[in-house]
């Protein structure tokens, strides 16, 4: 099989399994998650909790999304590229705990287009009052998104899309999303 089929292959079932997921669990919470445990905040590299519905950080391991699922999470937003999931199951381990899985894959800075902004846009939307855990490798692609988003399409200037994105992990991709929101 060639190297497109397999991702096309591949792009078709992560949509097919958000898509499925997000329908299964719509349950709706009022309250932010608040069983986030000290070891669940130390096992994700560069947990944060910037919002009450919103917790973002590192690529979490297997067991971390059992801990995810016991703090009221009810989605995940992974950003991480196709290449780099290689060898993780991650939508088999949401998906097991009854948790939405999305994947809009970023590799770098050429992915922070107005269509995965507006495609983040969108999940949050269909997820809003409920809890969502974003991630990629370290939480920075994580900060430029919500950054993007939130001049874009929530209206913030541009000093405050950079705060927003900053307190979701933003560091090395900050010049770019600069350059972005300057355009």
Same mark, same amino acid.
């Given at each position: 099989?060639?190297?497109?089929? $397999?991702?096309?292959?591949?792009?078709?079932?992560?949509?097919?399994? *958000? %898509?499925?997921?997000? +329908?299964?669990?719509?349950?709706? +919470?009022?309250?932010?998650?608040?069983?986030?445990?000290?070891? @669940?905040?130390?096992?994700?590299?560069?947990?944060?909790?910037?919002? !009450?519905?919103?917790?973002?950080? *590192?690529?979490?391991?297997?067991?971390?999304?059992?801990?995810?699922?016991?703090?009221?999470?009810?989605?995940?937003?992974?950003?991480?590229? =196709? !290449?780099?999931?290689?060898?993780? =199951?991650?939508?088999?381990?949401? +998906?097991?705990?009854?948790?939405?899985?999305?994947?809009?894959?970023?590799? *770098?800075?050429?992915?922070?287009?107005?269509?995965? $902004?507006?495609? @983040?846009?969108?999940? @949050?939307?269909?997820?809003?009052?409920?809890?969502?855990?974003?991630? %990629?490798?370290?939480?920075?692609?994580?900060?430029?998104?919500?950054?993007?988003?939130?001049?874009? =399409?929530?209206?913030?200037?541009?000093?405050?899309?950079?705060?927003?994105?900053?307190?979701?992990?933003? *560091?090395?991709?900050?010049? =770019?999303?600069?350059?972005? @929101?300057?355009?």
């Amino acid at each position: 099989m060639k190297p497109f089929t $397999v991702s096309l292959i591949a792009l078709s079932f992560t949509a097919l399994v *958000g %898509c499925a997921q997000s +329908t299964a669990n719509t349950q709706k +919470t009022d309250e932010a998650p608040t069983q986030v445990t000290a070891e @669940l905040q130390q096992s994700i590299l560069n947990f944060s909790h910037p919002s !009450p519905h919103l917790m973002a950080g *590192g690529q979490p391991k297997m067991s971390d999304f059992a801990a995810l699922n016991e703090a009221g999470v009810s989605a995940v937003i992974n950003f991480r590229s =196709h !290449p780099e999931m290689r060898d993780i =199951h991650e939508a088999q381990w949401t +998906t097991a705990q009854q948790m939405a899985y999305y994947h809009i894959p970023i590799a *770098g800075a050429d992915d922070l287009s107005e269509e995965n $902004v507006a495609r @983040l846009h969108q999940t @949050l939307a269909a997820n809003a009052q409920q809890n969502v855990f974003m991630h %990629c490798a370290s939480s920075n692609r994580v900060g430029a998104m919500m950054a993007l988003r939130a001049a874009w =399409h929530q209206g913030a200037s541009k000093e405050e899309a950079l705060a927003i994105g900053e307190q979701y992990g933003l *560091g090395s991709l900050r010049k =770019h999303v600069e350059q972005l @929101l300057s355009e």
